[in-house]
């Protein structure tokens, strides 16, 4: 998985080739050839890999309080997540790439929903664990969610694809401006 | 350019050949290759073209209300625009796949940069003249732009992308609900 995620993200997938992977891997080609008879079926299982560490890593910020909570996910996805020393920055330009072949490829399309489903379910959790505790106003959910992602996404993918400068950042002072006093009991919703 | 355009969004840039513009080309395709040296040559001039007509299109709403120009402006980024017979969903799929190519390829990129540019710059004027007549606050301009357009825009590729049915209309709910009252000033802040 290692090996397939270092040479997703430095060769982009329309040029990955198993034989690149497997230059990245200490064992053979033929191992790789062996568990895998395409290139598909290594990035499937590789983003099936990179969904669980996510789960991980949003697992182990469980006693975090909600906005906390909240915070990290936006981070991550605005720049992160680095993993086994691979920059965000090459991460989601791997994973645009990929979104990018969706449509024409059902085994990838599948794979990045089940991802995407994920992420949208945990930010769902976190808003409505907001709600409960009082931290978060009575938003509606599901809108909530996919504004705050999408807004954060497209701002990251502008910035690394198109280099649109500060795009990140002005998305971030949007949301603050605009969203989080609706959202956080403790703002006033002109502040 | 309508071959090029009809070819892209049939088969995707990846799988664009010349050969397979020039057959939705009257004209042979020598003529094709005595214009156009590459596939790139030819992708960067439909999106200046497209870019013009997108000019053009704007160009004939001058006369509208800031507020009916914007929801104009928003139509077209979550569906269209459909030009010449090639419907919105394969036009954006079609400039989805070459904004995933262009950290890649410096000439696409810099003319997707172009094409987004002139887009912003619009959404920015059409803010500032609502502002400048009192229809909507004076509220920060480029932050608001990137915010809708990012909003809108991420959207529209997972709805298309990924197939998450519904996100345009979530997303367009969501403005309803969390930034327009804050533009417009007939609007409460907290309608």
Chains 1, 2 share one sequence.
């Not at 009575?138 to 795009?167: H, K």
Request: hydrophobic share 40%; charged share 25%.
């Amino acid at each position: 998985m290692r090996a397939t995620y270092t040479a997703l993200c430095e060769h982009g997938y329309a040029d990955l080739t198993l034989r690149k992977i497997a230059a990245d891997f200490e064992k053979s080609r033929g191992l790789v050839h062996y568990h895998y008879d395409s290139k598909d079926h290594l990035i499937v299982a590789l983003l099936e890999y990179l969904s669980d560490r996510f789960s991980d890593r949003i697992q182990a910020t469980a006693d975090e309080s909600p906005s906390d909570r909240l915070d990290t996910l936006i981070e991550w996805l605005a720049v992160g997540p680095s993993l086994d020393g691979v920059d965000g920055e090459a991460y989601h330009m791997a994973i645009f790439e990929l979104r990018a072949q969706a449509p024409y490829n059902e085994a990838l399309r599948s794979r990045l929903q089940e991802n995407f489903s994920f992420l949208k379910t945990t930010c769902e959790e976190i808003i409505r664990d907001g709600i409960r505790q009082g931290q978060f106003r009575p938003v509606d959910v599901e809108m909530t969610t996919i504004l705050l992602l999408s807004a954060v996404a497209n701002a990251r993918d502008l910035e690394l694809a198109l280099g649109e400068e500060n795009a990140i950042e002005t998305v971030l002072a949007a949301l603050d401006h605009f969203i989080f006093p609706q959202l956080y009991a403790t703002l006033g919703s002109d502040s």
